[in-house]
Structures are given as C-alpha cells and as structure tokens.
C-alpha cells in the first residue's frame, strides 16, 4: 500500500515553470512504478510522465517535448516533476500515481492502483 500527496502547484504566467512534489508513505515505494497523469475539464486523464523504481527507465508524453523532467528520490520517498515553458494548454489538475506491477511505459491510467488528491497548474496567457 501506498499513500500519495501531491503539492507544488499554482499559477504561472506562459513560458514560467514549477516544480511538482509527490510525497509517499508505505512500505513498497521504493519498488513502485511511479507516474503523473493530468486532467483538464472536461477531458479525460492523460499521461504525462512515468519512471521505473530505481530511477533509470523514464517516458513521457509527446506534448512534453523536452518541457518537463521527472525524477525521484527513494531515500525521501519523493517524486518529482520540473515543468519548464509551460503552456495555457498545460493547465490541468495532475496527479501522482504508483503501481507495483505496471511497467512505466503503460500509460494507461486503470493500471495504477494508487492516487494523490491532485495538484492545481494553471497557466495564463
């Protein structure tokens, strides 16, 4: 089992950044796929970015471009996405997600088993 809180999230004028933050509790994190998916209204949950446990394996989304890195830190139990030239169109509800079994090229929201509440990005134009 494992619990995630995101925080990080706010609003930014085009072309700013952020920086996401996902805290994790349970006893399997540090052998979890981990994710961001984001939503925006009225669409469905996306994919953004996944990494495998250690760190090593990642993939993104094609809109990203380059735009944001994820990362992770097992020994904090964080994860992490950087969001640089953001978007209007980036403006979204996004969440971390973990999964046990899932290998982080599944970008199939349904395969995570575990959510946080969700973090706010809005971006202005």
């Known amino acids: 089992q494992v619990q995630l809180v995101e925080s990080g999230g706010g609003l930014v004028q085009a072309g700013g950044s952020l920086r996401l933050s996902c805290a994790a509790t349970?006893?399997?994190?540090?052998?979890?796929?981990l994710g961001w998916f984001r939503q925006a209204p009225g669409k469905e949950r996306e994919f953004v970015a996944g990494?495998?446990?250690?760190?090593?394996?990642?993939d993104y989304a094609d809109f990203v471009k380059g735009r944001f890195t994820i990362s992770r830190d097992n020994a904090k139990r964080a994860l992490y996405l950087q969001l640089n030239s953001l978007k209007p169109e980036d403006t979204a509800v996004y969440y971390c997600?973990?999964?046990?079994?899932?290998?982080?090229?599944?970008?199939?929201?349904?395969?995570?088993?575990?959510w946080g509440q969700g973090t706010q990005v809005t971006v202005s134009s």
């Open positions: 349970g006893r399997t994190f540090n052998s979890t796929t």
């Open positions: 997600a973990g999964d046990q079994y899932v290998l982080v090229r599944n970008r199939n929201p349904s395969r995570y088993a575990y």
């Open positions: 990494i495998d446990w250690i760190g090593v394996v990642t």
